[in-house]
T-cell receptor, first 114, second 115 residues
């Protein structure tokens, strides 16, 4: 069965510190991989996606993520966190075949302290 | 600007009442979706539609109904059969469902609560 695991429910970091949010997936074959961000009471915004090619992908707002096939992981990173990065972050996967649907993790809530 | 508009932002339902959540998009997308979000949980798919006048059940369709009479619109009705409707509801769209490079675009959501 397909699943997405985000093991950290909540993370607190200081402004300016580095950030890594973990995402592991279970899927029959390598899926497409996504990270979305959600501000309180808002919809989800796409941060970045991995379809193929370079396993280190760059996204918006200074985020990047690295796909590691051997670990079935797609961790999100940012070198220096800003207070405006406080939000909920969701990892998602989607199969490569036509008709496959998206599967979302349960999210990681990020708090940034000054 | 192109985007997805959900209304209302907040909605309250009385016992035994049906309520309808609106979702409109001007992105010219073929596919539209409804997701339910509960605290501490991921998004769960309620219904989706690939083209006008066609829609399919998702993982948690019981107690919900939809229609797709226009490409731009995909309203969701939460019926009285849905016993636990309190949640944040998100509408999304994409150019075409299931395409390999599909990306979802989301509205800003509707918070539904029971009085």
């Amino acid at each position: 069965a397909q699943s997405v695991t985000q093991p950290d429910i909540h993370i607190t970091v200081s402004e300016g510190a580095s950030l890594e949010l973990r995402c592991n997936y279970s899927y029959g074959a390598t899926p497409y991989l996504f990270w979305y961000v959600q501000s309180p009471g808002q919809g989800l915004q796409l941060l970045l996606k991995y379809f193929s090619g370079d396993t280190l992908v760059q996204g918006i707002k200074g985020f990047e993520a690295e796909f590691k096939r051997s670990q079935s992981s797609f961790n999100l990173r940012k070198p220096s966190v800003h207070w405006s990065d406080a939000a909920e972050y969701f990892c998602a996967v989607k199969g490569r075949n036509t008709g496959n649907q998206f599967y979302f993790g349960t999210g990681t809530s990020l708090t940034v302290i000054p | 600007d192109g985007g997805i508009t959900q209304s209302p932002k907040y909605l309250f339902r009385k016992e035994g009442q049906n309520v309808t959540l609106s979702c409109e998009q001007n992105l010219n997308h073929d596919a539209m979706y409804w997701y339910r979000q509960d605290p501490g949980q991921g998004l769960r798919l309620i219904y989706y539609s690939q083209i006008v006048n066609d829609f399919q059940k998702g993982d948690i369709a019981e107690g919900y109904s939809v229609s797709r009479e226009k490409k731009e619109s995909f309203p969701l009705t939460v019926t009285s059969a849905q016993k636990n409707p309190t949640a944040f509801y998100l509408c999304a769209s994409s150019i075409a469902r299931g395409q390999p490079n599909e990306k979802l675009f989301f509205g800003s959501g509707t918070q539904l609560s029971v009085l």
